[in-house]
């Protein structure tokens, strides 16, 4: 598993582990390791995309392979790359792919996932394409400091329809590719139901909370504060900008509905349980 220690991928780890699945993760160093473990993955192993040789030893007794790319990265397509060809060497038995709802966009994090579908669908793998689109933890993560500030802001227009969707849902799909021969081989858009722009959002959350949060325009330059060497600021920008123009349409939870055979999450289900968390 890669991504084990991240915000949004340490959700498939109990979808997995319900299913009787045992976890190696691969991790850049032993910090990562101790955070990968308390997220329940039974092994770890240290290993550098980047790395070939370091993948090939990572992926020794493993049946599949299930990879998140660091987006935003300027190596992105090549840290991909470098993950199908050790795979393939090794001939492991099924590779699941997180990429990205819509691909065909012509924006970083959207065309740097179009090789690595390619070289999975060229290659010998038997391989799962999974395009979700955006999580609701991208917005959940942060309920705290919204319940805090009464405001939810993010730097694109609030009036931008957007397509979500939970992360625990992918999670369970992923889950399914690993012990269900159904999805093989297939390429799915998993989106729940409809588009929400901000100030939609920021009221279903009010009315949760009991409390009015006030959807809000901010500046880039103050959300990009901190992001980490090596993340493509540019590409961050020009995705919000599309974002600003054109929204990120979608919205048809038909596939996602399919493989779970259940209706997948609602936003007002995931923040009422959020609030519960809370």
């Known amino acids: 598993m890669i991504g084990a220690t991240g915000k949004f991928a340490k959700h498939v780890i109990p979808s997995l582990k319900k299913r009787g699945l045992k976890i190696k993760a691969l991790v850049r160093n032993d910090n990562r390791a101790e955070i990968a473990k308390a997220n329940g993955v039974d092994e770890t192993v240290?290993?550098?995309l980047n790395d070939l040789n370091s993948l090939r030893n990572a992926i020794q007794n493993v049946d599949g392979i299930y990879y998140l790319n660091p987006v935003f990265m300027e190596n992105e397509i090549q840290m991909g790359l470098n993950m199908v060809k050790a795979a393939e060497e090794a001939k492991i038995d099924k590779f699941v792919f997180s990429s990205v709802y819509h691909p065909s966009l012509s924006l970083e994090n959207h065309v740097s996932k179009r090789p690595i579908e390619e070289a999975l669908y060229e290659s010998e793998l038997k391989f799962v394409i999974l395009q979700p689109a955006m999580f609701m933890q991208t917005v959940g993560n942060t309920l705290p400091v919204i319940k805090q500030t009464k405001q939810i802001?993010?730097?694109y227009s609030?009036?931008?329809?957007?397509?979500y969707v939970d992360y625990q849902d992918v999670a369970d799909v992923v889950a399914i590719a690993f012990t269900d021969n159904k999805l093989d081989y297939g390429t799915f858009e998993l989106s729940s139901d409809g588009m929400y722009n901000r100030i939609e959002l920021a009221e279903i959350i009010s009315n949760i909370i009991g409390d009015t949060v006030e959807a809000k325009e901010i500046d880039f330059d103050d959300f990009s504060k901190?992001?980490?060497?090596g993340f493509s600021k540019n590409g961050l920008r020009t995705m919000f900008e599309h974002y600003d123009h054109c929204g990120f349409h979608g919205g048809n939870s038909l596939i996602l509905e399919t493989i779970l055979n259940r209706k997948p999450r609602t936003l007002q289900a995931y923040f009422e349980e959020m609030e519960k968390e809370c």
């Open 153 to 155: 802001g993010l730097p």
């Open 46 to 48: 240290n290993g550098d």
């Open 226 to 229: 901190g992001m980490p060497d």
């Open 158 to 163: 609030k009036s931008a329809k957007i397509s």
